[in-house]
């Protein structure tokens, strides 16, 4: 029986998000049976277990460092004095990457795998490579280009680079050229070339099985409306709704209707806000027939978002890949992108050049952005349309099989 690793960096919920859906359609490529054992940590160590509870004792606690928190996505001042001071509970950088290899190692050396598949963790390339297990990297990273502000990332750049580096293949979970939405995050050296397959975006093949609508599908229909997406980890999150209320608050948006989704399961979240300024349950809204102008909603069904993303007119996200992929590929409608990192920015800067999105930063911005879209939106479709005919989805099926490849030239 094979024995494979999967190492999810817990920094986001984009990692974790491809590994399951990866996960779903490796045993259609591997014909033998294997075994597969996570490491992570935090939000991600925590939906691992709720997600395999029979399976505990192949989920592995390792503690990767990750950036500290800051008020608006992770803190550059705080992880810098982390490298070598504790901040916030956490040891000093140094020591976290030394316990943390330890861990890993310990790991490696415990279940002898056969492949490991690193998503977004680097040293796990560093200790397969030593031991020499094939491992692949999956990434929509690898040298981001940075802005002025940021050029003193460039060393850490490029230490991180020369790690995936080690990785035997590394798949880009993005459409091969031109086509690569993440191509100013990428920037691949000539050593690494040979190593890398543009697999394509990790979108769920999975058919949602239609049930009765919601009362929130029943609410919208017949609306025109922006979807505003808030994702990531907590800061993040919070960073983007920050942003985000910045712009409700602006007299131009008193008749622009908007759906938030907060992506945290909480139902208190759940409600509507009236032109009338009074705020509702969504029920309550439906049955009284409320003029509405915000909907907030803590975690939409599949049904539910496949509902939103099909009837709204526009998307506002922070620039995450995984979030950019299914919008401006799998449903063809334009984004606002309001960023929290230079990934970000540099994700919304190459859509903004295709005429898929605009970039925006300030509240005046996005509202400018807005009626941009608007006022150009055949233009905008026109875009979306030939940019959704070369969109490789099927980054998950691609990954599986070059996995199952990998098994056998092993052998």
Not at 334 to 346: A, C, K, M, Q, R
């Given at each position: 029986m094979y024995k494979i690793g999967e190492f999810i960096y817990p920094w986001g919920s984009g990692h974790y998000s491809r590994m399951m859906r990866l996960n779903c359609v490796l045993a259609d490529h591997i014909k033998e049976d294997f075994e597969i054992h996570y490491a992570s940590k935090d939000h991600v160590y925590k939906k691992l277990k709720e997600k395999f509870p029979n399976n505990r004792k192949q989920i592995h606690e390792i503690l990767m460092p990750t950036p500290i928190d800051g008020k608006f996505g992770p803190s550059i001042s705080l992880s810098m004095i982390n490298l070598l001071l504790p901040i916030s509970q956490n040891p000093p950088l140094v020591k976290q990457i030394a316990s943390y290899l330890r861990q890993e190692r310990k790991l490696y050396d415990t279940e002898k795998f056969d492949l490991v598949i690193n998503d977004g963790d680097m040293g796990s390339n560093i200790l397969a490579k030593n031991r020499n297990i094939p491992?692949?990297?999956?990434?929509?990273?690898?040298?981001?280009?940075?802005?002025?502000?940021?050029?003193?990332?460039?060393?850490a750049l490029n230490f991180i680079a020369k790690q995936i580096a080690k990785a035997s293949k590394i798949l880009v979970a993005d459409s091969p050229p031109p086509y690569t939405l993440c191509e100013y995050n990428l920037n691949f050296t000539k050593e690494v070339k040979s190593k890398v397959k543009y697999v394509g975006h990790f979108i769920s093949s999975k058919e949602i099985y239609k049930k009765s609508s919601s009362d929130l599908e029943k609410l919208i229909q017949n609306s025109e409306f922006g979807y505003w997406m808030r994702t990531g980890n907590k800061s993040t999150n919070d960073g983007t709704g920050q942003r985000y209320e910045?712009?409700?608050?602006?007299?131009?948006?008193?008749?622009?209707?908007?759906?938030?989704?907060?992506?945290?399961?909480?139902?208190?979240?759940?409600?509507?806000?009236?032109?009338?300024?009074?705020?509702?349950?969504?029920?309550?809204?439906?049955?009284?027939?409320?003029?509405?102008?915000?909907?907030?909603?803590?975690?939409?069904?599949?049904?539910?978002?496949?509902?939103?993303?099909?009837?709204?007119?526009?998307s506002v996200v922070n620039g995450s890949h995984t979030v950019m992929g299914e919008i401006l590929g799998g449903k063809s409608k334009p984004v606002i992108g309001i960023p929290i990192y230079d990934e970000h920015t540099n994700n919304i800067k190459w859509a903004e050049e295709k005429n898929l999105g605009v970039l925006a930063i300030k509240p005046k911005q996005v509202i400018k952005a807005i009626s941009k879209i608007k006022d150009n939106y055949n233009k905008f479709e026109e875009n979306l349309i030939e940019f959704s005919k070369n969109f490789t989805p099927n980054?998950?099926?691609n990954s599986a099989r070059i996995s199952a490849e990998t098994l056998e030239e092993k052998r």
């Amino acid at each position: 029986m094979y024995k494979i690793g999967e190492f999810i960096y817990p920094w986001g919920s984009g990692h974790y998000s491809r590994m399951m859906r990866l996960n779903c359609v490796l045993a259609d490529h591997i014909k033998e049976d294997f075994e597969i054992h996570y490491a992570s940590k935090d939000h991600v160590y925590k939906k691992l277990k709720e997600k395999f509870p029979n399976n505990r004792k192949q989920i592995h606690e390792i503690l990767m460092p990750t950036p500290i928190d800051g008020k608006f996505g992770p803190s550059i001042s705080l992880s810098m004095i982390n490298l070598l001071l504790p901040i916030s509970q956490n040891p000093p950088l140094v020591k976290q990457i030394a316990s943390y290899l330890r861990q890993e190692r310990k790991l490696y050396d415990t279940e002898k795998f056969d492949l490991v598949i690193n998503d977004g963790d680097m040293g796990s390339n560093i200790l397969a490579k030593n031991r020499n297990i094939p491992s692949l990297f999956i990434t929509n990273q690898f040298m981001p280009k940075l802005y002025k502000s940021r050029s003193y990332f460039y060393p850490a750049l490029n230490f991180i680079a020369k790690q995936i580096a080690k990785a035997s293949k590394i798949l880009v979970a993005d459409s091969p050229p031109p086509y690569t939405l993440c191509e100013y995050n990428l920037n691949f050296t000539k050593e690494v070339k040979s190593k890398v397959k543009y697999v394509g975006h990790f979108i769920s093949s999975k058919e949602i099985y239609k049930k009765s609508s919601s009362d929130l599908e029943k609410l919208i229909q017949n609306s025109e409306f922006g979807y505003w997406m808030r994702t990531g980890n907590k800061s993040t999150n919070d960073g983007t709704g920050q942003r985000y209320e910045d712009v409700f608050h602006d007299e131009q948006m008193k008749n622009e209707k908007r759906i938030v989704s907060h992506a945290r399961n909480n139902s208190s979240i759940d409600s509507v806000i009236g032109k009338d300024g009074k705020k509702y349950l969504v029920s309550d809204a439906l049955e009284k027939k409320i003029d509405w102008i915000q909907i907030d909603i803590g975690f939409l069904s599949e049904q539910e978002k496949e509902t939103v993303l099909n009837l709204c007119k526009y998307s506002v996200v922070n620039g995450s890949h995984t979030v950019m992929g299914e919008i401006l590929g799998g449903k063809s409608k334009p984004v606002i992108g309001i960023p929290i990192y230079d990934e970000h920015t540099n994700n919304i800067k190459w859509a903004e050049e295709k005429n898929l999105g605009v970039l925006a930063i300030k509240p005046k911005q996005v509202i400018k952005a807005i009626s941009k879209i608007k006022d150009n939106y055949n233009k905008f479709e026109e875009n979306l349309i030939e940019f959704s005919k070369n969109f490789t989805p099927n980054g998950a099926e691609n990954s599986a099989r070059i996995s199952a490849e990998t098994l056998e030239e092993k052998r």
